[in-house]
């Protein structure tokens, strides 16, 4: 009985991605030992028949907090920003748990080791957005040339969630936590602090952007406890360009010591104007090497 699962969601639009991030995970020999299972929140037949070849379970994702279907509109996928906080309840039969977006691919197993170990002891494993080469973590709106008027994402969603401005403020210029990659054992305190934030942003902010907030009130309001991975743990492109390593035909982080991308995860998009990588497989992008060569890559697996 395998101990360990690893966790994704896909709707139709996103099954190419879901298939890739499937694909790099057994390109290890390693993931023989880690279970696949898979939400569905849109798929077609066809495409839960060519998984269910693939992976170890397939569930279809449910609201597991309900929310008004005016929020929903129709986007069954916005399941994601719910369900991915009730994983033991789907998946009952797993110690540990890592959550990986299907826009996400593993490049390094050492990165999924990382996370399964982050999480002893009921802790959450999970990586800030912050980093070497980050340059604006919160955007600010001057008044007067003195006044600023915060506008840090936790901030934003905080304030439209109405949560309330003391909780708002502590979050303010806490250093962002996504979500798109985390890991928590199956008797951890987290999901229960996560599944009541959650309800609690769920009342009145937006669905999509809720868990993150979630999680972030989690962390740095209900002080659970987290070991913080490194960004290379869960590499999001749109916020910073990996470089290429010629020599390991590999991507890496663009700065010295340029450690191997462990996860790359492609959230907001790639774009080459109104065309997204995550989308357009064909979409190509220019990204330095290390040999200082501008190179034209997909930042998809297997491209």
């Known amino acids: 009985m395998k101990k360990n699962v690893i966790v994704s ?28 299972c898979i939400l569905d929140a849109g798929l077609s ?39 991915r906080a009730f994983l033991p309840k789907y998946f009952p039969n797993y110690e540990k748990y890592l959550w990986i977006d299907c826009d996400a691919w593993v490049n390094d197993w050492n990165s999924v080791e990382l996370y399964f170990k982050a999480c002893d002891d009921g802790k959450l494993g999970i990586t800030q957005t912050l980093g070497p080469g980050y340059k604006i973590m919160s955007k600010v709106n ?23 401005l003391s909780k708002a403020r502590k979050l303010a210029f806490a250093p962002h936590i996504n979500i798109g990659v985390f890991s928590l054992e199956k008797n951890s305190p987290g999901w229960t602090s996560w599944q009541k934030n959650l309800k609690e942003t769920l009342k ?29 743990c869960n590499w999001i492109a749109s916020n910073l360009l990996p470089k290429f390593d010629e020599n390991k035909n590999t991507f890496v982080e663009p700065y010295l010591p340029n450690y191997k991308i462990g996860i790359m995860h492609l959230a907001a998009g790639i774009w080459d104007g109104d065309k997204d990588m995550r989308l357009d497989k064909e979409v190509k992008i220019k ?17």
């Open 287 to 303: 990204i330095e090497s290390t040999k200082k060569n501008l190179l034209s890559k997909s930042l998809r697996y297997g491209s």
């Open 142 to 164: 001057w008044l007067f040339g003195k006044i600023a008027i915060i506008k840090s994402q936790n901030f934003k969603h905080a304030v439209k969630s109405k949560i309330g």
């Open 45 to 83: 037949k066809e495409q839960i028949t060519k998984l269910s070849k693939k992976v170890d379970e397939i569930k279809t994702a449910e609201w597991d907090i309900q929310v008004s279907q005016k929020k929903v509109k129709g986007q069954e996928w916005l399941k994601s920003q719910v369900s």
């Open 204 to 232: 009145e902010g937006n669905i999509f952007g809720s868990e993150g907030l979630a999680i972030n009130m989690s962390v740095y309001i209900d002080d659970l406890e987290t070991e913080f991975l490194p960004l290379n």
């Open 9 to 36: 969601l896909a709707d139709s639009n996103y099954f190419e991605l879901l298939n890739e991030l499937i694909d790099s995970i057994k390109q290890f020999q390693e993931s023989k030992d880690v279970a696949i």
